[in-house]
C-alpha cells in the first residue's frame, strides 16, 4: 500500500489564495518531508517535520503534522503563478532512513 | 558543480537494448538514492546506498536492474534487456545523513528514458 497519500490530486487555485494540501501515511515516522517539482524533472526539498514537532513554518509554508491521525499539512499562503507545480509528502520510517513518496498534488495557480 | 548531475539527460533506446545511467552525488554526500518516477506518478524507491554498506536494493522491480557506486561516489543504474515499461524517469538523490537522523535529500534533473 502507498505510503505518504496526498490529497487532493490536483488543486486549482487563484493567485493570491491559500492552497492546502493533505498527507496521510500508515507507519510510525521520523520525519515527514514536502518535496515540489517542476515540469516532471528534479525535486527540490521545501521543509522537514519530525515526528515531536506538531507545526513548522518557512515563509509563506506552514506545515503540521498530526502523528496520532498519520497526517500532515502544507499550507502555501499568499499563493502566486510560480507556485504552480507538483507537491509531494514524503515519510521516513522509523526503521530505516529511505523516503517512502506519495502520488503528488498537482497545484495551479492562475495569474 | 554544487548540485546532484545525472547523464544523460534523455535516452531514447529500443526494447531489449542495455542502457547506463549516471549520477553524480553532491561531494561528500555519503547517502544516494535512485527512484524512478512514471508519468504523473509519485516518486518509486529503486535501489539506495550509505556508505561502504551493502546497498539497500529491495525496491529494485527485477533482476535487469543493477546498480553500484564506485568509490562511494559516481553511481551508474544500469537496465539490461530494456523494457517498453521501463520508460520513465529516472531520478538520482544524495544527502549528507544516514539512519536515523534528518535526511533531506537533494534531488538531480533526471533522467527521461523512452524504450521504443
Known amino acids: 500500500s502507498q505510503q505518504g497519500e496526498e490529497d487532493p490530486q490536483a488543486l486549482s487555485i487563484q493567485e493570491g489564495e491559500n492552497a492546502t494540501m493533505n498527507c496521510s501515511y500508515k507507519t510510525s515516522i521520523n520525519n515527514l518531508q514536502w518535496y515540489r517539482q517542476n515540469s516532471g524533472r528534479g525535486l527540490v526539498h521545501l521543509i522537514l517535520i519530525r515526528s515531536n514537532e506538531r507545526e513548522k513554518h518557512s515563509g509563506r509554508l506552514r506545515v503540521t503534522l498530526d502523528t496520532s491521525k498519520k497526517s500532515s499539512s502544507l499550507l502555501i499562503t499568499a499563493s502566486r503563478a510560480a507556485d504552480t507545480a507538483s507537491y509531494f509528502c514524503?515519510?521516513?520510517?522509523?526503521?530505516?532512513?529511505?523516503?517512502?513518496f506519495g502520488e503528488g498534488t498537482q497545484l495551479t495557480v492562475n495569474p | 558543480g554544487a548540485g546532484v548531475s545525472q547523464s544523460p539527460s534523455n535516452k531514447v533506446t529500443e526494447k531489449g537494448k542495455d542502457v547506463e545511467l549516471r549520477c553524480d552525488p553532491i561531494s561528500g554526500h555519503t547517502a544516494l538514492y535512485w527512484y524512478r518516477q512514471s508519468l504523473g506518478q509519485g516518486l518509486e524507491f529503486l535501489i539506495y546506498f550509505q556508505g561502504n554498506s551493502a546497498p539497500d536494493k529491495s525496491g529494485l522491480p527485477s533482476d535487469r536492474f543493477s546498480a553500484e557506486r564506485t568509490g562511494g561516489s559516481v553511481s551508474t543504474l544500469t537496465i539490461q534487456r530494456t523494457q517498453q515499461e521501463d520508460s520513465a524517469v529516472y531520478l538520482c538523490?544524495?544527502?549528507?545523513?544516514?539512519?536515523?537522523?534528518?535526511?533531506?535529500?537533494?534531488f538531480g534533473p533526471g533522467t527521461r528514458l523512452t524504450v521504443l
Open positions: 514524503a515519510v521516513t520510517k522509523t526503521s530505516g532512513s529511505r523516503l517512502t
Open positions: 538523490a544524495s544527502s549528507n545523513r544516514g539512519a536515523g537522523a534528518d535526511n533531506e535529500q537533494f
